[in-house]
């Protein structure tokens, strides 16, 4: 078991850029997860993929976000022209499809994408 | 929607005190409930987990949590703490297909 692996572990960026960060997850696991923590917030959802199928996506995902896990191993978050609001630490999760998929969900460590 | 309330953001305590840290759900149905921790500089790890059974969880590193479904709360406690448990502790439920958590409590342990 490797963990769920994100690259990369910081970036900064000017407003306006496109920014892209992946998600390796374990590699037995077939759902993945995206999520986003800002400043004295917990983790709030953004989108989830079984295998390649992206399968829901929150509100907060505006048309600027776009996921993709095109051969259903490592996904891709990219923000398209970010703004200052984008700041906030992007969490990745995997987890085995199953009775219940929550029961074991492993966290990486998180991109912490700064927008100045 | 559901939503998770934690009720204290920051906490302080001393070496070998008691911790509690309250957690309420707004979902009135059949629960999934969780606590996760992230140590500093770490990523987020289960703490404990309750889906059916006994309502009093025992989690890893003597932690524990007792759901109580008329209250709609799921408090973690720990007896005695340590300068080790000084972290990031947040609140989880199972909605849907995804966790919605709550926005975290900061425990800072004195030794």
């Known amino acids: 078991d490797t963990g769920v692996s994100q690259d990369p572990r910081h970036k900064i960026t000017k407003r306006g850029q496109n920014v892209t960060f992946r998600c390796d997850p374990i590699?037995?696991?077939?759902?993945l997860y995206w999520y986003r923590q800002t400043l004295g917030q917990g983790p709030e959802f953004l989108t989830y993929?079984?295998?390649?199928?992206?399968?829901?996506k929150s509100r907060l995902l505006s048309d600027r976000f776009s996921a993709e896990r095109p051969k259903g191993s490592f996904s891709t978050l990219e923000i398209q022209r970010t703004e200052q609001g984008d700041s906030a630490m992007y969490l990745c999760a995997s987890s085995q499809q199953g009775l219940s998929p929550m029961r074991k969900l492993f966290f990486g460590s998180g991109t912490q994408l700064s927008v100045l | 929607a559901q939503s998770v309330s934690q009720h204290n953001h920051h906490v302080i305590l001393s070496e070998a005190a008691s911790l509690e840290l309250g957690c309420n759900y707004s979902y009135g149905g059949t629960v999934n409930l969780f606590w996760y921790v992230q140590y500093p500089g770490q990523h987020l790890q289960l703490l404990l987990k309750?889906?059916?059974?006994?309502?009093l969880v025992k989690g890893i590193k003597g932690f524990e949590a007792e759901f109580i479904k008329s209250k709609f709360s799921f408090n973690l406690r720990k007896p005695s703490v340590q300068w080790s448990d000084t972290a990031e502790y947040f609140c989880a439920v199972e909605y849907g297909n995804k966790l919605v958590f709550g926005a975290g409590t900061i425990l800072r342990v004195k030794s």
């Open positions: 590699s037995e696991h077939n759902r």
């Open positions: 309750y889906f059916s059974g006994d309502p």
């Open positions: 993929f079984q295998n390649e199928a992206q399968l829901e």
